[in-house]
């Protein structure tokens, strides 16, 4: 057998060896024929029947999901699509019409129908509503595979044997098997950094590379792989030097996993016996398992819009509370930052009861905090469940997306509407509870003094922060190489926010990617960062990172990055600061 590599984009580090289990692209073997005049009637009702199967599939999916509780929240928002779009009069009616005109198979009258959703799509600018397409493709794949006999099932793996999956694109549903039945690690021929594969694959921790072109049509069924995540490659059909090297790398890592679940409960201190708190990043209540076993020190991001997109119309005040004291209870005392809504963009939701429109650029519209600010009872719903819960625990309120001091002013005066309201309800909460302000523009960064005089503490959403100083979209692959953690203007950025919010003594945090990222842990801590927030999964090797800092002896380096104008003196750097 043939051994050759294949290189991608890994999106989720660690080795997996393994066999391949490739998942079958039914659009591409789609049959047309003509059925005779007196089969309409059947033809039609094997089309409806396989589009009730798979409306039953989806539901038991977020069944299953819904009754698990530990699933990211964003498989939930894919599902919703995937129900609109099968319900879409596109998909689920006019075939029928093209099989009574054209006398059509069920098939062919569906993959017209599908292209006809797809250019539709094509059209439209905003592109993450473009990129949408994929799920129309996934949808419609779902449907054809119950016609052709086969179910949209992910195959099951054998227990004994490491599967690694093998897909062109995998779907929001595909996706939430792929965590009920473990597979090893996974391949997709499409897909960047935040496409929902990596989303799943770094919540997982398994080792994933996505965007390899043609792995599915160049790699056989059962064929051996090794999946390396880390350095963005797939090894097939690996000799026996190889694979032993690379048995040899795997167990390394394991050990090296287990020796840092140890930390758990150790204080996350330097060197020189600093004190940094590690928090946790969420997206639903299911998540606090993994940040209570993590052993993060509180919840720095509960990125609450998650409970929006996860369902059918608004959450209610109380659905809200209930899922705000949970995790406040949960977590037994220890901080927990629920961020306000942080709606619009990247995290629209069509059809949200007409709320979000789709804007001529989401970015820069009427998203976060403006968008509540401009629906003031959706925010007041949201402000009196956290101060309810309040109560429970000890809950910190967390604002997106500021950029004046004027909507600072806005939203503090909405607190106390909201505080108020209780008062007269006799509902009990936290008075003092404390309000930050996310640090995700660059204004907020460069006029920082209302945000310090006004807010209690503050956090950096750097994930936004690149985004807006560099104008880099975060979710379009076709600029990824200019998303650049370490340009010059981002680096003196986070020193000015971080040193300024120093001097004025408000805490302040960083909770967008680069706070979970190992390499640039020790940049952070030496231009004075002393709390990070991250995915649970990341928080060990964090601690570990932590542990062997000396925050006095890398102080120059920094300085020294702080000041450099080149970009490949800032990498130079990096390197010996992280040596
Ligand atoms: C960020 O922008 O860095 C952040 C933490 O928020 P989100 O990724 O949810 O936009
Ligand atoms: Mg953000």
Redesign the pocket.
Known sequence: MVSFALHGIGVSGGIAIGRAQLVSHATLEVAHYTIPATKVDEEIARFDHAVGAVQEELKQLHGTMMASGDVPGEFGAFLDVHWMILNDPTIAEAPKRLIAEQRCNAEWALTQQMGVLVDQFNEIEDTYLRERKSDVVQVVERVLKRMMGTSGALPTPAAEERTILVAHDLSPADVIQFKQHRFAAFLTDLGGVTSHPAIVARSLAVPAVVATHNARQMIHDGEMLIVDGANHVVIVNPDRAVLSEYRLKQGELEIERQKLKRLRTKPAETIDRQRVELHA?IELPGDLEQVLESGATGVG?F?SEFLFLNREGLPTEDEQFEAYRSVAEGMDGKPVTIRTF?LGAD?SKEGLDGLVRVAPNPALGLRAVRFCLAEPRLFLTQLRAILRASHHGRMRILV?MLASAAEIDATLAMIEQAKETLRERGEPFDANIEVGG?I?IPAAVLAMDAFLDKLDFLS??????IQYTLAVDRSDEAVSHLYDPLHPAIVRLLALAIGGAAKAQVPIAV???MAGEVAYTRLLLGLGLRNFSMHPAQVPALKQRVLTTDIAAIKPLVDRMRRTETPAKMVALLEKLNA
């Not at 950096?460 to 922060?465: E, K, R, S």
Request: aromatic share 0%; glycine share 12%; hydrophobic share 25%.
């Open positions: 990043n991001l990125r942080d995290k997106p996310m995700e950096i959403g750097t994930n936004d922060l909770c967008g990617e």
